[in-house]
Every structure is written in structure tokens, then in C-alpha cells.
């Protein structure tokens, strides 16, 4: 290669590098999507353990996610060093014990999530580089450049690579692992051979389903020595050269396995038993929580249209289109074989696209298998699909080059090839950085999509800790969310999960004492889609007006309601709900009345559950009465809230309000009205009483309830 030549090469590279690099190296700090916490977290614990030497302890999932722990650990070194010295020890991924000790040393969480996200992206970058130096030789330089510029714009690559998470490196690592075999099968290149092997050892330490590169591998090199090991008189000698590099292959790749993990150091049996015992259960099990599939709620397997829906969906018209004059470009060019092509090249190209189109189906086919299916399962094929449908662009642009005299040679192909990269760009970018916001705008786009599949992983819910951590008492807003998985990163008050609600065991009371504790929800857009919270608290927040909603691309995403401008839910309060502020200060949460008919001359108590919600300057008097027909007033109480005055009372506190009252003798039988006021002892003005539910004011005193009184 000459050196003009060769610095060509490496120029194009660096620039296909730079353009995988941008849409997935900016602004990594932004939000955090599910289970990043936890990675994090298990990097935390893996560098703990390099540290100490306690290598069994680097086996922290049976994923294993081991290269995912590595960048994670290296974001650690980078950012906050001092963390081995710092934590006491290993920390449970499960909870935020990681996040208490990163903060009381002035670390921030998503700094450190940053940071390992900015390694594991170059990894990736790097990764992607060099499978597209194989595709170059492979594939042809223009085919190569163009599938690659393709799948540095495709959105869900994009979305799942920018993540300290599996998907985005495994799906590189075995796209290399695949090319740089083929590689090594058309070139002789033993330098290939070790890449994938390398490669595949890694995919391999990053997440399980990736094994799967052992029988595709071995299956491409069969497929490439076919006519050779079925020919009787060269196939002994055809044998050692098929089996051979097979052999150096999965031992290279077993070899990278055993260094690249410590655990397996020193506990290597025990270690792959847990690896392969957990992740078939993995596989097989069902989804831990429900998901959302094609309108319904699921808890089991989702069934067989699952990924290839997802892959409609999370595809793009450019790599739909380009698929199609794939096909469409494999059957004229048999036909009608270019002559400035040989036959060699063209039949070494064909191999590839074939290769990859195998390694994408029987992939699908292999992940379709478990009853446990999420889309971002699907990322390793989205790269040999995009390569393939970069094939079909080049070719449609030769053919309109070959039938376009007047185009000038030196610019038809990059004129022509530049309208499917800018058009990809332009659908991926558009959603930057909320890349997993992108649906296919043919099938109808985000709004249409939240109707097939499941949306939310975090995106969002940055804006959310925005809009609360702007708020004067941010510190100390309490807000309510489902999971504090994503927002524990950013939120600067204290989250708390509806995991209270749930609990069987607490009494009503105590959950309605807790509930009047927030400040705040958080309802996400899987919340009630996935319908993640009982359908009864997603009905009480349906029937409340937002404070504040969130939207990305004019889809909404969250809700942040007020707590403190709203109604017990009815299924937490003790006895039945208040609806009724007064003067902005005193809020009725529950109450609780007799609920059978009174006897005259009976004794019952009323009890009021009062909350202080503002400001209360100086004592307030209520006014307590049971009312009948033509304003007949049977009994009053006039004074104090029992307890204490409400000039003492602090803000939020609850205070149970009761009374005893006695039915006098010579009441005449019928319905009877519970009123309740609040007034200044001094001038004798009422409080203003406020609807919650209506946001009006309503008529005073207000009619809390009515008794029904009987004779004896």
C-alpha cells in the first residue's frame, strides 16, 4: 500500500471514528435509564475489589457485565480515586448504600456515571474503528464508509451505546468478532484471527447471549471451506486447515475470558457454573416486572412477533429502503455481473453480506427462544443489517451513475451516497439526546409506538429533577415516584417509593400519615403504561390536574402533580377523604363519622385528621356543628383544635381532631349535617374554604357529612 494510499485510509478511518464518537460521546450527564444505578454500583464493588484482591468478589452478575465493570471502575479511577479508601467495604447494587458513601465524600453519582459512560463509549468507538478497517477489505471501501456511516447514525445503536450498560459494547464487540474472521478467512490474515478471537472473549465477558459467536463462527468457517472438505481428495488436508484455526480461535478467545476477569482466577469452575447455571434461568424465566406488548400488559413471554415488531420500530426507513436494494441488488448483479468487477471479489462480497445476514436471523431466532424479551435484546443485528442495506444504496447509486451520462464520475457516487447518510442523521439527531425517544416515523412515529411498545427508561426525567430541584425548598421537597432508580442521581430532595402503599401490612392510617409527609409526585410514562402501580393510585392521578408535565417531542413523558394542593386518595384514607382547605393553612386530610344511624340520646365522637399547609400567624378557633331541618342546631363544639393551638403547630404536621357529642333526647328523627369551620377569634372572620377537587371556593360553614337519628 502506498504511503498517499495509506494515509488515506487512516484519515477515513479517524473520520468515521469522530462521527461514531459525536451523537454518542456528548451529554453524557443527563439522565440515567434503568439498571445504570446498579451498574454502577457493581463497578464500584469491582473496583473495591482490584483493590483489596478479593477477585472472587469481582463476580458481581451472571451477565457478567465484567468489561461493562471494567469501564465503570476506570471512570471510578478517573473521577474519585480515593473510593476504595473511602467505602467501608462492598456495597449492596441492590440499594444506594453506593450512592450515601459517594455523596458524603462531595462526589456526585452522575459524574461517576458519566465518566464511565464516556470510557465505555470510547471503547465502542475504538471497538466499531477497527471492525470497519475488516469491512473496508471485505466489503470495498465505499461500502464499508457507507455502512458504517449508517450505523453511526442509527438511533438505537446510538440510544443503548451511550449507556453503562451491555448492549451498545457486546453488539460491537461480536460485530468485529464476526468480520475480523471473515477477514482472516479471504486474506489469510493470522493478525485477523487474533482480533476475533479477542473480541469474542470480550463479548463474551460482557454479556452471556454472546456465545452464541461459537457456532456462528464455526458455521462460517465450514460454510467458507465447504467445497474443499467435501472434495475426497483434498479434504483430509482441508481438515487441519479448518479445524486449526478454530481451535487457536476459541482458545485465544477463552484465554482473553480468564485474564479479563479475576474472579476467574480463583474460582474458575465456580464461577462458570454460576454464570451458565443463572443465566439459563435468566433466559427462561419471566419478566420480574410487567411489561408493555402491542397494547397489553404482560407478565410472561411476549410471543413470536415480538422482534420483529421491535425491529420495525426501532429501524429506519434509510436501512428499510437499503435492505430492500440489497435484494433487489443481489438478483441484477447475478444477472447482470459489472464487468469492471471480478468474479473473485464479488463472490468474496457476497460471502460477507451472507454471513452477516445469517449471523442477524439466527440471532433473532436465538434470542426469540427465551420467554424473557426486551428490545434492546435485539441491538447485535442492527449492525450486519445496516452494513447489508449500505450495499443496496451503493448499488442503486451505481446504477443511477451508469444511466446519468451527464453526472461526473468523481462526484456521482458521494453525491449520491450522501442523501441516505444525511437523511439517517437527520432522524437520529433529531432526537438527541433522548435517543430512545426515536420510533420509525413510517410506522407512525413516537405517539403510535407508545400503543406497540414499551417506552421509558429514564429519558426525561432529567427535565422532572429540573423543574423540582428549581423550586426554593428543593432539598427538602419529599417526592413521590415508583422506582428512585432514575431519578436518585439528580433530585436534590429526598425520593420515596410507593413501595408504602403496597405494603399489606400497614395500617391505613399509617400510610395516610406517611402519604401526608409528600410534597410531590412523579408519575413516568411507563407507570401507566405498564401500569407498574395499582390500577386505584393510577386512577387518583388521573383525576387530578397536573402541576407540570414533561414532554420530549410533543409526547408526554411525565407528570408532576402537587401533594400538598391535593386529596387524600380515597383508598389511604382513614374513614373517608377531606376535600377542603381553609385560608390556605388548615387542610382537611380524613375524618372519620359514625357510619350507622343514631339513636336519640346516643353519644358518638367525630374525629378530623387537620394538617397545617401554610402559615398560621396566631391561634384560630373552629366551629363544630350538627345541624338538622330549618338550621336546627343539636350540638356545637366552639374552640381550640383539640391537641394545641395552631399557632404552635408545625407545617405538615397532622393533628387528630376529636370530639364527643351526645344525640339530645328530644331530637325529632331524620338527617342531620356535620358542619365545620375555621374562624379569628378576635374580628370573627371565617377562613375561606377551598374545594381541592374543584381548585373553588365552596360555601361556608362546609357540610362535612350527614347523620341519620332515629327514635329509640
Not at 476475533?196 to 452464541?212: I, M, V, Y
Amino acid at each position: 500500500m502506498a504511503a498517499s494510499t495509506r494515509l488515506n485510509h487512516w484519515l477515513l478511518l479517524g473520520l468515521a471514528a469522530v462521527a461514531i464518537w459525536l451523537p454518542r460521546g456528548l451529554q453524557l450527564g443527563r439522565y440515567v435509564t434503568d439498571d445504570e444505578q446498579k451498574w454502577l454500583a457493581r463497578s464500584a464493588n469491582f473496583y473495591w475489589a482490584l483493590d483489596h484482591a478479593d477477585f472472587a468478589a469481582t463476580r458481581q452478575r451472571e451477565h457478567p457485565g465484567v468489561t461493562v465493570m471494567w469501564a465503570g471502575a476506570l471512570g471510578f479511577l478517573w473521577r474519585y480515586a480515593d473510593y476504595v479508601h473511602d467505602a467501608p467495604g462492598l456495597v449492596d447494587w441492590g440499594d444506594n448504600e453506593m450512592d450515601k458513601i459517594v455523596r458524603a465524600h462531595g462526589q456526585q453519582p452522575l459524574q461517576l456515571l458519566a465518566a464511565g459512560r464516556a470510557v465505555l463509549v470510547l471503547a465502542i468507538t475504538l471497538t466499531l474503528a477497527l471492525a470497519l478497517r475488516y469491512a473496508m477489505a471485505l466489503l470495498g471501501t465505499k461500502t464499508a464508509l457507507v455502512g458504517f456511516g449508517l450505523l453511526a447514525f442509527d438511533p438505537f445503536h446510538i440510544a443503548l451505546s451511550r449507556l453503562l450498560h451491555l448492549d451498545g459494547l457486546v453488539s460491537s464487540l461480536m460485530l468485529l468478532a464476526v468480520l475480523a474472521f471473515l477477514a482472516f478467512l479471504q486474506h489469510e490474515n493470522s493478525s485477523a484471527l487474533l482480533v476475533s478471537a479477542a473480541a469474542a472473549g470480550l463479548a463474551w465477558l460482557t454479556k452471556t447471549p454472546a456465545f452464541f459467536l461459537i457456532p456462528l463462527i464455526g458455521l462460517t468457517a465450514l460454510l467458507y471451506q465447504r467445497s474443499a472438505l467435501f472434495n475426497r481428495k483434498v479434504w483430509r488436508a482441508q481438515l487441519l486447515r479448518f479445524v486449526w484455526p478454530l481451535l487457536g480461535w476459541g482458545l485465544i478467545a477463552l484465554a482473553v475470558y480468564v485474564i479479563g476477569w479475576p474472579a476467574m482466577w480463583v474460582q474458575p469452575l465456580r464461577t462458570l457454573r454460576y454464570v451458565f447455571s443463572e443465566s439459563l434461568a435468566y433466559a427462561t424465566g419471566t419478566h420480574v416486572s410487567q411489561i408493555y406488548f402491542n397494547g397489553r400488559v404482560l407478565s410472561g413471554d411476549p410471543g413470536l412477533l415480538f422482534y420483529p415488531l421491535v425491529y420495525l420500530w426501532r429501524s429506519t426507513p434509510v436501512i428499510w429502503i437499503g435492505l430492500l436494494l440489497a435484494v433487489l441488488e443481489l438478483f441484477w448483479s447475478r444477472a447482470n455481473p459489472p464487468l469492471e468487477e471480478p468474479s473473485k471479489a464479488r463472490s468474496a462480497r457476497e460471502f460477507t453480506l451472507a454471513i452477516l445476514l445469517l449471523f442477524a436471523v439466527s440471532y433473532g431466532l436465538l434470542i426469540t427462544v427465551g420467554a424473557k424479551k426486551l428490545d434492546r435484546y435485539l441491538l447485535p443485528i442492527f449492525a450486519p443489517l445496516d452494513l447489508v442495506a449500505a450495499l443496496g444504496w451503493l448499488g442503486l447509486a451505481n446504477r443511477v451513475r451508469l444511466q446519468k451520462r451527464s453526472f461526473k464520475t468523481s462526484f456521482a457516487l458521494p453525491v449520491l451516497l450522501t442523501v441516505p447518510l444525511i437523511w439517517q442523521a437527520g432522524l437520529a439527531l433529531n432526537t438527541f439526546p433522548y435517543f430512545l425517544t426515536y420510533f420509525n416515523p413510517w410506522l407512525g412515529g413516537l405517539a403510535k409506538a407508545s400503543h406497540v411498545l414499551m417506552l421509558g427508561r429514564g429519558e426525561g426525567l432529567d427535565l422532572v429533577a429540573a423543574y423540582l430541584n428549581a423550586k426554593p425548598e428543593a432539598a427538602t421537597l419529599k417526592t413521590l415516584v415508583t422506582s428512585t432508580d432514575n431519578l436518585v442521581y439528580s433530585s436534590q430532595g429526598p425520593l420515596v417509593t410507593t413501595s408504602f402503599i403496597k405494603n399489606s401490612e400497614m395500617p391505613t392510617r399509617e400510610k395516610m400519615l406517611r402519604w401526608l409527609t409528600l410534597d410531590t409526585a412523579v408519575i413516568y410514562v411507563n407507570d401507566w403504561q405498564r401500569q407498574v402501580a395499582p390500577p386505584a393510585f393510577l386512577d387518583f392521578f388521573a383525576s387530578l390536574q397536573p402541576e407540570q408535565r414533561i414532554r420530549i417531542n410533543n409526547f408526554e413523558y411525565a407528570r408532576i402533580y402537587n401533594l400538598r394542593q391535593s386529596p387524600v386518595p380515597p383508598f389511604l384514607a382513614a374513614g373517608a377523604p377531606g376535600y377542603i382547605t381553609w385560608g390556605q393553612a388548615i387542610r382537611l386530610a380524613a375524618y372519620e363519622l359514625p357510619t350507622t344511624s343514631l339513636k336519640v340520646g346516643e353519644r358518638f365522637t367525630t374525629l378530623f385528621y387537620l394538617q397545617n399547609v401554610g402559615p398560621i400567624a396566631h391561634n384560630l378557633n373552629e366551629k363544630i356543628r350538627v345541624v338538622g331541618p330549618n338550621n336546627h342546631e343539636v350540638a356545637k363544639v366552639d374552640g381550640w383544635p383539640w391537641g394545641a393551638p395552631t399557632s404552635t403547630w408545625q407545617r405538615y404536621d397532622v393533628w387528630p381532631d376529636g370530639h364527643e357529642f351526645t344525640i339530645p333526647t328530644d331530637t325529632p328523627a331524620g338527617s342531620y349535617r356535620v358542619e365545620l369551620s375555621f374562624y379569628e377569634p378576635v374580628t370573627f372572620d371565617h377562613l375561606v374554604a377551598v374545594d381541592l377537587r374543584t381548585r373553588q371556593t365552596t360555601s361556608d360553614p362546609v357540610v362535612i357529612a350527614e347523620l341519620k337519628v332515629i327514635e329509640q
